[in-house]
């Protein structure tokens, strides 16, 4: 029995190795080629199909009327703001030159702060505004009468800043 065992390994040695050669065997009868088929080759040619041109729908007549409200509401805003600001232009000559602390400067300040107040209303109309064309811009709606109507509005504050700035520049500070 000691002879045996010798004689079995080199025949499960021989069998392995049978079995590890039958996979590089080189018979396309046996396994089939692994190179590409003609059906994987890329042939012919792709044209891209040309999308339908997307046509924004207008804005509905409820955002029509809100955008009408706000124009109207900016415009009053900025006759009240050109109001106020004549009225500050002239009390603030007289503070011209003024120390800091001064009431001249105090009472200055205060005409200034309500100026500056009065442009709240034009800006609460424009914040309204990008509100709008924000949710029309999402939904894919058509912009230009928001854009208009917020560019009329934008014009608006743009000039009382520089009113603003003009009427700090008046008082020195």
Do not use: N
């Amino acid at each position: 029995m000691a002879r045996s065992m010798p004689m079995r390994e080199p025949r499960l040695l021989l069998a392995a190795l049978a079995i590890a050669l039958a996979g590089c065997s080189t018979d396309p009868a046996l396994y089939p080629s692994l190179s590409i088929r003609d059906a994987e080759r890329v042939s012919g040619t792709f044209e891209p199909v040309e999308p339908e041109r997307y046509v924004p729908p207008p804005p509905g007549q409820p955002v029509l009327d809100e955008l009408g409200r706000l124009r109207t509401d900016a415009a009053q805003a900025h006759q009240r703001f050109l109001v106020a600001a004549q009225r500050a232009r002239g009390k603030l000559t007289s503070a011209r030159g003024a120390q800091q602390g001064s009431e001249a400067w105090s009472v200055a300040q205060v005409l200034l702060a309500d100026v500056e107040s009065s442009r709240s209303d034009a800006m609460v109309a424009l914040a309204d505004l990008d509100r709008i064309y924000v949710t029309a811009q999402t939904d894919g709606d058509e912009l230009t009468q928001i854009e208009a109507a917020r560019d009329e509005v934008s014009g608006l504050v743009a000039e009382e800043d520089r009113v603003i700035d003009s009427l700090h520049a008046e008082l020195g500070g």
